[in-house]
């Protein structure tokens, strides 16, 4: 199948979802076009199915922003035409559903082949924080009615959907997935070696440093166990919370043990180097870093926000609170740290359910499937 595949290149989960579902479609002989504003950030090496497309912007003076949105349809309508596209697919729904269908609308009545199928997969924060807003949820409403097909990353985020837009709409739930080549225990990590010393504990937490990670109790979880062992805190990532992270640091008087380490592009060896992963969130549709902690054989502390006990099973493969609740996580974490026996166990049991149960391949014949359904289906429009 030709599958064009739109997505926020730069940073976050979604944009990683994205990328690597590209990737996977790609080796299983598909052609894939990505129509993004910049090279997808995980893209890595060089495979011959898939094209990258990149939306240029328009500038003039009376113009105040550039009308990126309006470019980006126009691209994927070149882009649907020129390759005939069977699927266009939008990983969040701002812009990138809606742009679709202008596509589409673009593009009806100038070939005979069928109007390319829209395939709209939301994420979170779409729903969770961008469609609280009243004009932005019309907006979004028509991309996911315009959609042929609507995914979402938990049956929590289907659940929070439906109630918030009132619909009844079909929604497939394909969970996150992770490929268990990619992320995967490592002794002798190399990042461990050169931040930390012998006997420490390594806490990990990796996000985009938004509100809704709570960055500050983090900090606070991290603080309680390093009053309990000898222990490293490494930051992963950058955001609006960033400069507070660093005052919160410096107020507590953990400078020499917690490392700022910004963004990153190969985070599988900082999971692989870290013994817990710390996700306190107020709201997570799904947690793909959890997953992705869980390959590397290492367990979750965090909060039972959204879906993450849909990925962290608890007790079994990581330990969760509600949110909030700073010192029932670090209480979790050096019970964890503490308990060799209980550690082995949880880790093993992380890494075998990452593997089977959010296995790439598994998740992405999901998706296949879906292309293949819509595409045996007459248009919807
Ligand atoms: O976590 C973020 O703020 C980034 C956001 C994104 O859109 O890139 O992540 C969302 O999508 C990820 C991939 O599906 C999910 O794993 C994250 O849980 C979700 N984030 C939130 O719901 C806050």
């Known amino acids: 199948m030709k599958i064009g595949i739109s997505c926020y290149p730069t940073v976050g989960g979604s944009g990683a979802v994205a990328t690597e579902l590209g990737k996977a479609l790609a080796k299983r002989g598909h052609q894939v076009h990505?129509?993004?504003?910049?090279?997808?950030?995980?893209?890595?090496?060089f495979n011959q199915n898939i094209f990258i497309h990149e939306v240029d912007t328009v500038s003039y003076p009376v113009l105040r922003t550039p009308p990126y949105d309006f470019s980006l349809a126009a691209k994927m309508a070149d882009v649907v035409q020129q390759f005939e596209l069977d699927v266009l697919h939008a990983h969040y729904a701002l812009p990138f559903a809606v742009c679709a269908f202008l596509a589409r609308e673009m593009l009806r009545g100038q070939s005979n082949s069928p109007p390319v199928k829209i395939v709209t997969t939301l994420h979170?924060?779409?729903?969770?924080i961008l469609a609280q807003d009243r004009s932005l949820k019309e907006v979004m409403r028509l991309g996911m009615e315009q959609s042929d097909a609507v995914t979402a990353v938990s049956?929590?985020?289907?659940?929070?959907?439906?109630?918030?837009?009132g619909t009844t709409r079909e929604i497939d739930c394909v969970y996150n997935f992770v490929d268990p080549a990619q992320f995967h225990p490592e002794a002798g990590s190399s990042?461990?070696?050169c931040l930390t010393s012998a006997g420490e504990k390594v806490l990990l937490h990796v996000s985009n440093f938004r509100p809704v990670k709570r960055i500050?109790?983090?900090?606070?979880?991290?603080?309680?166990?390093?009053?309990?062992?000898?222990?490293?805190?490494?930051?992963?990532?950058?955001?609006?919370?960033l400069a507070n992270a660093r005052k919160q640091v410096v107020d507590s008087g953990l400078e020499k043990s917690v490392h700022f380490l910004g963004r990153q592009d190969e985070v599988a060896s900082l999971f692989a180097g870290a013994d817990l992963l710390l996700l306190p969130s107020e709201k997570e549709s799904f947690g793909l870093v959890a997953l992705e902690s869980m390959?590397?054989?290492?367990?979750?502390i965090g909060s039972t926000a959204g879906g993450i006990p849909e990925v962290v099973v608890q007790g079994e493969t990581g330990m969760l609170r509600p949110v909030g609740d700073v010192d029932g996580m670090a209480a979790d974490a050096v019970h964890l740290l503490t308990d060799e026996?209980?550690?082995?166990?949880?880790?093993?049991?992380a890494r075998r359910l990452a593997a089977e149960e959010f296995?790439?391949?598994r998740r992405v014949a999901e998706y296949e499937a879906i292309y293949q359904r819509l595409c045996r289906t007459p248009a919807s429009v």
């Open 34 to 45: 990505f129509i993004v504003s910049d090279v997808p950030f995980r893209l890595g090496e």
């Open 295 to 300: 390959a590397c054989g290492v367990p979750v």
């Open 191 to 193: 990042a461990r070696s």
């Open 216 to 241: 500050n109790d983090v900090i606070q979880i991290f603080q309680r166990v390093h009053r309990q062992m000898p222990s490293r805190l490494w930051l992963v990532g950058e955001g609006p919370e």
């Open 124 to 128: 979170g924060t779409d729903v969770t």
């Open 341 to 349: 026996a209980l550690y082995r166990r949880v880790s093993l049991a």
């Open 155 to 165: 049956k929590n985020l289907i659940a929070e959907t439906r109630e918030l837009f």
């Open 359 to 361: 296995n790439v391949e």
